[in-house]
């Protein structure tokens, strides 16, 4: 067969667990009206500021993937320049405004932010979201980072948490934590008749009770969830990549099963991940390609619709498809880039020059009907499948055989066969 691009305005990635959307644009240009009074939380997550390119590390073939030691680094996004630029303060103003008119009255909006950028947004949010409305500075607390002697070093991020409107919903029972030991504590211990120990403490002619099997709830101060760690296996290589545990306690302490969670810059896809594993629906939004490609790999699980734009490159694929009884054996056979593509990349180690399926990140088979691909099957490189699997299989159904592939520079292209000539 000859294997020749073809055109696709949307994607669907048939599995059974329900998941979201997942669009690669400009979030600001994107028309997102039809959305607007139903997401039950808001996450966003900027960009930094001092103007550096943060780069993307990917693991690079099978060998990258069980060693970490072939590697490129690609381009994710830049940072603004500073917490004073114009261009930043506009972007910023107007993804807020844009995610109060997306909340629904009971919603609640998280943003993510580092001491520099911390005044400016505090301020704004007081006025898009109202001052009546702010409900907690939360202060993430981390043993990791730099040390210095110029100052205290810096070990929190702040994330705010503010409500839409007065009818706001929040139930801190579906995010216990762990006790903390108490080795020193002035209250008085003791057992009640059934065995339960407690501790107690009379003050203002009162006596108050705490049972020690008596579940125990956040405050503003998370210093519990600690950074992610290098070879944490939720790792993408993305930067600034937050834990999932920390997207778990903002989401499911206010939203239910089955509500609207929305991330306007998602990055390595944390949230959209949390709101999948706890029956939350989910849009993602990134102009990043790079972001784009991690998400799309990190929800391959799960039911998703997918927007993004197809490379036009001269990228070459070698495949089969085979019918058989009831379903069609889809085999990925070779893949090829114009060395000019390749030239000047960061690879590490300097030198490593990937060829055939090495340049195959993830690629999945389906079918394509009316610009329409649903995807029914799929291989992704990860750590727990370092090898890329190179046959899939898809049902005879109504529709044309058709692969979708992602390569190590997130060009996402989409391929249908015709008999040779």
Known sequence: MIWHRS???????????????????????????QYEGQAQAVFLDPPGVGGAEQMYRLR?????WQTSRHNLLLPAYRDFFAADDP????????????????????????LHLDADTLARA??????????????????????????????????????????????????????????????????????????????SIKTG?????????????PDDVWADVSQMQQKDPQRTGYPKQKPQALLDRML??????????????????????????????FIGLDSSPQAYAVCRKRLSGYRLVCQAPLDDSMAL????????????????????????????????????????????????AGLINKGVFVAYAGAVRQKQTPALATSLEVPLLRGTVAIMLIDILGRRSLWTGSPAV
Request: proline share 4%; charged share 25%.
């Open 7 to 33: 055109p696709c305005f949307r994607e669907i990635n048939d599995q059974p667990q329900e998941g979201g959307l997942l669009i690669c644009a400009d979030t600001l240009q994107t028309d997102l009206s």
């Open 87 to 110: 261009v930043y303060l506009d972007w910023l103003r107007r993804m807020l405004q844009l995610s109060r008119r997306l909340l629904s009255d009971s919603g609640s909006m998280f």
């Open 122 to 199: 505090r301020l704004m949010m007081d006025e898009i979201f109202g001052a009546d409305n702010f409900k907690n500075q939360i202060i993430w607390s981390y043993q990791t980072g730099g040390r210095t002697k110029r100052y205290f070093s810096r070990r929190h991020d702040v994330i705010l948490f503010y409500a839409k409107s007065a009818a706001h919903y929040f139930d801190i029972t579906q995010v216990p934590v762990a006790r903390k030991e108490q080795r020193s504590n002035h209250m008085k211990r003791h057992v009640d008749a059934h065995g339960r120990s407690y501790r």
């Open 317 to 364: 694929l070698d495949a089969s498809a085979f019918p058989g009884i009831g379903f069609y054996t889809v085999s990925l056979n070779a893949y090829t880039l114009p060395e000019e593509d390749l030239a000047g990349l960061d690879f590490v180690p300097a030198g490593l020059c990937p060829r055939g399926l090495d340049l195959v990140d993830q690629w999945y």
């Open 252 to 281: 499911l302490s206010t939203t239910r099963q089955g509500d609207l969670v929305i991330d306007l810059a998602c990055g390595s896809g944390t949230a959209l991940a949390s709101a999948a594993e706890n029956q939350r629906r």
């Open 205 to 217: 002619g009162r006596e108050y009770i705490y049972y020690d099997d008596e579940p125990v709830y």
């Open 60 to 64: 690079i073939g099978e060998h990258g």
